[in-house]
């Protein structure tokens, strides 16, 4: 459905596309400067644009191949092959009355289901699919800033008139037309037309403009207005960051998103080794390393404050560390205290292993001076890292947030009560007294655990959210200093 527009554009130019169509200057049909002619058609649906090389050339690598000398297809406005115009080719009115060179390029849907749509060069006719001839005017030398929003045409308003009974496009084919007209629209300063509202949609819309982008290598020039778009949300992106952080490091990558890439890294590496096999996948053995690195970082401090848990302690009144000799009651507190600490931040206990079958027969029984051996099992030469518990974040947050959550009372008084000639109401008081005193001791000891390097809330979370992520080599598209 051809959407209206300002009488001033709209006047002359027939819904059936007849010869009263009035040529246009600006975004996306640059009649009287452009170069480059580009068709996509999905279904139904045929988008045209007419657009400057200069500019698809400064956005996209691709183009910049594509239209080079080497690989060109381009053709002069009199129809034949493309010829060069030297440094002798005349007088500069020579150069200025010189046919221009014209470019065009269609989508190609591939021959099979798994093929990816892309443009190919064709060769162009004399006649512009746009209209008249082509005139010369004065080149484009710069980006176009964006022109009034008021001027601006979708580019829904340039496609082929559609019948009443034309089958209507299927979802993909519109994301389709839409990712390639958002492409465009970035290449000339517009902002790609995303979701302001939903942020699950806004994200498919990016990640499928990204896909695209990385097509044409154009990632350099989409990627900020896809981080720019995204950071918009504020508090919600960052929660969607943290329900699904190895999704979004991919995308923080891609768009070469700092502030994204760096939520996504600091949960990936808290909760590692979740989502392992989809970022090694997805992502480039560079982001590996950083996640790997960062992984043995956090690692390093997680153990030295663990150590330094496991040796806290109380001391007399005389400055002596607490023994069963000199104050059983304290010494049961640290007793108690560590254990409870070695029950949280163990790893899972691995399941009983089951002697070898006997074998019968004797074939694999060697005898050896009258005694008979049965082989062993050969042991095997690597074995898996037992992985950090997965509530380990929870525990060190009880240690250094919460220290009425653990070790209460009720639980206290039933330790006490394993001794009965221990137990009493005043020695029950004095040993929380003193149990209060380590649970100090241990929330100044995690406080470095505690730090939270998010942008958004790291507190609901069941790992730990305090690696750094500041250092330039922490972005992989950063080039080193």
């Known amino acids: 459905m051809v959407s209206s527009r300002s009488r001033r554009h709209h006047r002359g130019r027939s819904h059936a596309g007849g010869s009263s169509y009035l040529?246009?200057?600006?975004?996306?049909?640059?009649?009287?400067t452009g170069d480059v002619e580009i068709s996509v058609k999905a279904g139904t649906q045929t988008n045209r644009y007419l657009l400057h090389r200069l500019i698809l050339t400064q956005c996209s690598g691709f183009?910049?191949?594509?239209?080079?000398?080497e690989w060109s297809r381009a053709t002069t406005g009199g129809g034949g092959e493309l010829s060069r115009i030297g440094e002798d080719s005349g007088s500069e009115s020579a150069r200025r009355?010189?046919?221009?060179?014209?470019?065009?390029?269609?989508?190609?849907p591939g021959t099979g289901s798994d093929d990816i749509p892309m443009l190919v060069q064709?060769?162009?006719?004399?006649?512009?699919?746009?209209g008249a001839p082509d005139a010369r005017p004065p080149p484009v030398?710069?980006?176009?800033?964006?022109?009034?929003?008021?001027?601006?045409?979708?580019?829904?308003?340039?496609?082929?008139?559609?019948?009443?009974?034309?089958?209507?496009?299927?979802?993909?084919?519109?994301?389709?037309?839409n990712d390639y007209d958002n492409l465009f629209r970035v290449f000339y300063n517009y902002s790609p037309a995303?979701?302001?509202?939903?942020?699950?949609?806004?994200?498919?819309?990016?990640?499928?403009?990204?896909?695209l982008a990385d097509l044409y290598d154009a990632l350099a020039v989409v990627g900020p207005r896809?981080?720019?778009?995204?950071?918009?949300?504020?508090?919600?992106?960052?929660?969607?960051?943290?329900?699904?952080?190895s999704s979004y490091l991919k995308l923080g990558y891609m768009a070469q998103s700092k502030t994204i890439f760096?939520?996504?890294?600091?949960h990936v590496v808290g909760g590692w080794p979740v989502g392992e096999r989809h970022i090694r996948h997805q992502l480039p053995d560079s982001v590996l390393d950083i996640i790997e690195d960062k992984v043995e970082d956090l690692a390093d401090m997680i153990g030295k404050v663990e150590g330094q848990l496991f040796r806290l302690t109380l001391t007399t009144s005389r400055g002596e560390r607490v023994t069963p000799q000199n104050s059983y009651l304290d010494w049961l507190v640290v007793s108690l205290f560590r254990q409870w600490l070695a029950d949280n931040t163990s790893p899972p206990m691995p399941p009983p292993s089951r002697p070898p079958p006997s074998r019968s027969g004797g074939q694999h029984r060697h005898v050896h001076s009258n005694t008979t051996q049965i082989s062993p099992i050969p042991p095997t030469s690597e074995t898996s890292p037992q992985p950090f518990p997965p509530n380990l974040g929870r525990v060190y947050h009880t240690l250094g947030t919460s220290p009425s959550t653990y070790l209460n009372h009720d639980e206290c008084k039933r330790f006490l009560k394993l001794t009965p000639e221990l137990y009493s109401r005043e020695t029950l008081k004095k040993f929380e007294r003193r149990l209060e005193e380590m649970k100090s001791k241990a929330r100044e000891t995690v406080r470095p655990l505690m730090r939270s390097s998010l942008l958004g809330e790291g507190h609901n979370v069941s790992y730990l959210v305090c690696s750094r992520v500041d250092d330039p080599r922490d972005f992989p598209w950063l080039e080193p200093s």
């Open 262 to 266: 760096q939520e996504a890294l600091i």
């Open 122 to 130: 064709k060769e162009i006719d004399t006649l512009s699919v746009f």
């Open 97 to 108: 009355d010189a046919p221009k060179k014209r470019w065009r390029y269609e989508l190609d």
């Open 141 to 177: 030398r710069n980006k176009p800033p964006a022109s009034n929003t008021g001027f601006f045409r979708s580019v829904a308003n340039l496609s082929l008139p559609s019948t009443a009974t034309a089958t209507p496009l299927s979802q993909g084919d519109q994301d389709l037309l």
């Open 194 to 211: 995303l979701d302001t509202i939903d942020i699950a949609n806004a994200y498919i819309q990016c990640k499928s403009l990204l896909t």
């Open 226 to 245: 896809i981080d720019h778009h995204l950071l918009q949300f504020q508090s919600r992106l960052w929660k969607q960051v943290a329900k699904y952080p």
């Open 63 to 69: 183009f910049e191949a594509s239209t080079s000398q």
């Open 23 to 32: 040529p246009q200057n600006e975004f996306p049909v640059f009649t009287h």
